[in-house]
């Protein structure tokens, strides 16, 4: 494997990242879905851990496919659901029509939100996530089995373009975003610079 010039995360690692759940450290109190809807560009759906404390990330399991309906995507979601026993569902914001359609199919059993787009803070939050410790030891762990999500991570260029796939690096985003502001001890700080970001007109909200 030939390094990209441009990658979005170059501090990827896949063999310091990739490891068998066996060797994740504490693992996860919290499973999170993030959904990316798509139909030309491939619909996607990536499961993440996060630990007690909330420092540590864990990709557990993922989906991708192309011209998805409605119906199916909500059954995919539903089973990894029951297989993950999943605490919150987080949405791309693109088509409040599949995000209604989720919130009705799940309403009661969790929560599914959007969180704000803001690329900027997202692919912040996500470089971080990549090289954080935790007393020293690794605190960003991806699943042997996640092998779309390698791939995309190490194509991932600094692009704006469409062409390129991301679908995997989206969920990604959105779901690092929903674990800096509502899981673990830096939640209430992250919610009140991500506030005072918002009110400052910063950000990129492509």
Same mark, same amino acid.
């Given at each position: 494997w030939v390094m990209l010039e441009g990658l979005r995360y170059p501090t990827w690692?896949?063999?310091?990242?990739?490891?068998?759940m066996t060797g994740w450290i504490a693992g996860p109190k919290y499973t999170l879905a =993030?959904?990316? @809807?798509?139909?030309?560009?491939?619909?996607?759906?990536?499961?993440?851990?996060?630990?007690?404390? =909330? !420092? &540590?990330r864990y990709v557990m399991d993922e989906w991708k496919k192309r011209k998805v309906s409605q119906e *199916? /995507?909500?059954?995919?979601?539903? $089973? @990894?659901? $029951?297989?993950?026993n999943l605490d919150a569902i987080i949405c791309?914001?693109?088509?409040? &029509?599949?995000? !209604?359609?989720?919130?009705? *199919?799940?309403? =009661?059993? /969790?929560?599914? &939100?959007?969180?704000?787009?803001? &690329?900027? +803070? =997202?692919?912040?939050?996500? /470089?971080?996530? /990549?090289?954080?410790?935790?007393?020293? $030891?690794?605190? @960003? +762990?991806?699943?042997? *089995?996640?092998?779309? @999500?390698?791939? *995309?991570? $190490? !194509?991932y260029i600094d692009s704006d373009s469409k062409f390129q796939s991301d679908d995997l690096m989206s969920c990604w985003r959105y779901l690092e975003t929903e674990a800096l502001l509502h899981y673990g001890s830096l939640a209430p700080q992250m919610v009140m610079r991500s506030f005072k970001f918002s009110f400052s007109g910063g950000g990129d909200n492509g």
């Open positions: 690692d896949a063999d310091y990242h990739i490891k068998p =993030g959904v990316d @809807f798509g139909w030309d560009h491939p619909s996607a759906i990536l499961i993440y851990g996060v630990d007690k404390g =909330g !420092n &540590r *199916e /995507l909500i059954l995919v979601c539903q $089973e @990894f659901y $029951e297989k993950y791309d914001s693109a088509d409040p &029509r599949w995000i !209604n359609a989720m919130q009705w *199919e799940f309403g =009661g059993k /969790l929560p599914v &939100r959007t969180v704000k787009k803001d &690329r900027s +803070f =997202g692919f912040t939050a996500c /470089l971080a996530a /990549l090289t954080r410790k935790v007393e020293g $030891e690794q605190a @960003f +762990f991806v699943s042997p *089995e996640c092998q779309k @999500f390698k791939t *995309e991570i $190490e !194509n």
